[in-house]
């Protein structure tokens, strides 16, 4: 049987209660170890004072001193590599852990499904499970575990996570495209989504692209799969914005999808709260599917908006 790859990502994030002191360092190859725990590689790295960001064969991981964020694709198992970062992070000094997946376009080649990540995640962290989403479309599965309430500023996860993306992009995002300049040209398209950023990005064989932005403790990152079967592209960044209608456009416009999961996780916070209505926009050319609201006791909210292409009348 033909292996068909799984992009739709699994995201694992940790928020400390205090920074701890040389988290960030890889002089005992620990992040190598949590890489590899996933059965992902390191392919390369980009720093600056704030964090680092490390691109991986399969998505990537953020580090601050006081968060991790990984994120992996693929037949990866993500939850195994919790088990590494506790080595050398303090479970007592853990606020926040979470655990992000979507439905998978091809279940069946998983290691593991939800139900199982969670178990495994319960036995370290206790905490909850969710889905938010209809159960016969496009939804995430969501595992929390805290222990205070994060009301401290603004705190904003922006994710837009495409499916059947433009079949023209096929080339684009190859390891050997029919036009090295045409590929140039798109892919600055995205380096210049934020243009103050320090980017790093790879192109996978036969085809795939991943891209990391960052700029002092902000980030954003793309991931792209365009096979034929089971296109998908994801954008994920962690600038805070009052209205995400610009940033969304020029994503979505730039990978025309059939349909997408637009995701917004954010604290609540009185200013996160007034800036959540604009925060979730509809895009012209799509019309929105579902809108699900769900707020968590760790302070933290999700809100799911799917949004399908409005046919053309003729």
């Known amino acids: 049987m033909t292996h068909l790859f799984e992009g739709h990502e699994k995201k694992l994030e940790i928020i400390l209660r205090k920074p701890q002191e040389g988290l960030r360092c890889n002089l005992d190859q620990r992040w190598n170890r949590v890489v590899r725990a996933s059965g992902a590689d390191i392919l390369s790295k980009i720093s600056n004072s704030c964090m680092d960001a490390w691109l991986l064969s399969e998505s990537g991981l953020f580090v601050w001193e006081n968060r991790i964020r990984m994120i ?27 655990y992000e997946r979507k439905n998978m376009m091809y279940p069946h080649q998983q290691p593991y499904d939800f139900k199982d990540d969670a178990a495994f995640l319960q036995f ?33 996860t922006f994710q837009l996570l495409m499916s059947d993306i433009d079949p023209r992009l096929e080339n684009i995002f190859s390891a050997q495209p029919v036009s090295s300049g045409c590929q140039t040209e798109k892919t600055s398209i995205l380096k210049q989504l934020y243009p103050d950023m320090v980017t790093d990005s790879y192109f996978f064989s036969p085809f795939g692209y991943s891209l990391n932005a960052i700029h002092n403790d902000c980030y954003f990152t793309v991931h792209v799969t365009p096979q034929p079967q089971g296109s998908y592209a994801s954008f994920e960044t962690n600038i805070m914005e009052t209205d995400y209608s610009s940033i969304g456009r020029k994503v979505i416009s730039f990978f025309h999808p059939k349909k997408f999961s637009l995701i917004l996780t954010t604290n609540m916070t009185p200013a996160s709260l007034q800036s959540r209505p604009a925060a979730t926009p509809l895009f012209p050319g799509y019309h929105i599917a579902e809108k699900v609201f769900c707020e968590f006791g760790s302070g933290f909210a999700t809100t799911l908006v799917n949004q399908v292409k409005t046919p053309v009348e003729h």
């Open 72 to 98: 992996t694709c693929g037949r990866t198992t993500l939850t195994a590599s919790l088990p590494e970062i506790f080595r050398f992070v303090d479970r007592r000094n853990i606020d926040f852990l979470f």
């Open 124 to 156: 370290y962290s206790p905490g909850s499970r969710y889905r938010i989403g209809p159960a016969d479309s496009d939804h995430i599965h969501l595992f929390h575990s805290c222990r205070t309430r994060n009301l401290d500023g603004r705190d904003s």
